[in-house]
Structure formats: structure tokens, C-alpha cells
């Protein structure tokens, strides 16, 4: 079990940037895969990023790709998310989430969540 915690949400307008951080307790953070998920109201959770546990490889869903970037800090047990050209429909709660095993896109492939934090861009 890996305790997560997000920050860095907020209100923006649309073209603006954010970058949300996950931090993450316990020795064990470089052995799992992480991953960033959104939920915006009345939608299903969805896969917004992927990192592999030593942050070579990256995966993206195709509506962030060239505008949000992934990356983890393995000595800082933290995970972030670079938002940029921001827009409106990228509202929504986002969320951070380990995988003990491998690296999915599926919310049931992951093991452990935080609580999330609001992005809201304003157009």
C-alpha cells in the first residue's frame, strides 16, 4: 500500500498551464507504475498519463498528447503532471494512482489513489 496525495489544482484560463503534483509515502514508490486519471462530471474516470516505475516511458491519451507532460521524481517519491494549453473541456477532478503490476490504461489496473484535486480552466 502506497498513501498518495495530489496538489497543485486550480482555477486557469483556457491556454494556461498547471502542473499538479502527487506525493507519495513509503520506501517502495520506484517499484510501481504511475499513472494520471481525470473524472469530470457525470463521465467515467479516464486515463490521462502513464509513467513506467524508472520514468523512461511515458503514454499518453491522444486529447493531452503534446500538451501535458509526465514525470516522476524517484529520490522525492513524487509524481507530477505538466498541464499546458489548457482547455476548457480538461476540467475535472484529477488523480493520481499506483499499479504494484505492470502499466495499464484501465482504472482497475491500478492499486492505490489519492484523493484528487480540482483543474478547472475557464474559457
Known amino acids: 500500500q502506497v498513501q498518495l496525495v495530489e496538489s497543485g489544482g486550480g482555477l486557469v484560463q483556457a491556454g494556461g498551464s498547471l502542473r499538479l503534483s502527487c506525493a507519495a509515502s513509503?520506501?517502495?514508490?520506484?517499484?510501481?507504475?504511475m499513472g494520471w486519471f481525470r473524472q469530470a462530471p457525470g463521465k467515467e474516470r479516464e486515463f490521462v498519463a502513464g509513467?513506467?516505475?524508472?520514468?523512461?516511458?511515458?503514454y499518453y491519451t491522444d486529447s493531452v498528447k503534446g500538451r501535458f507532460t509526465i514525470s516522476r521524481d524517484n529520490v522525492k517519491n513524487t509524481v507530477y503532471l505538466q498541464m499546458n494549453s489548457l482547455k476548457p473541456e480538461d476540467t475535472a477532478v484529477y488523480y493520481c494512482?499506483?499499479?504494484?503490476?505492470?502499466?495499464?490504461?484501465?482504472?482497475?489496473?491500478?492499486?492505490?489513489w489519492g484523493q484528487g484535486t480540482q483543474v478547472t480552466v475557464s474559457s
Open positions: 494512482a499506483a499499479a504494484h503490476y505492470g502499466l495499464g490504461q484501465r482504472p482497475q489496473e491500478y492499486d492505490d
Open positions: 513509503g520506501r517502495t514508490f520506484s517499484s510501481y507504475a
Open positions: 509513467i513506467n516505475r524508472a520514468g523512461r516511458n511515458t
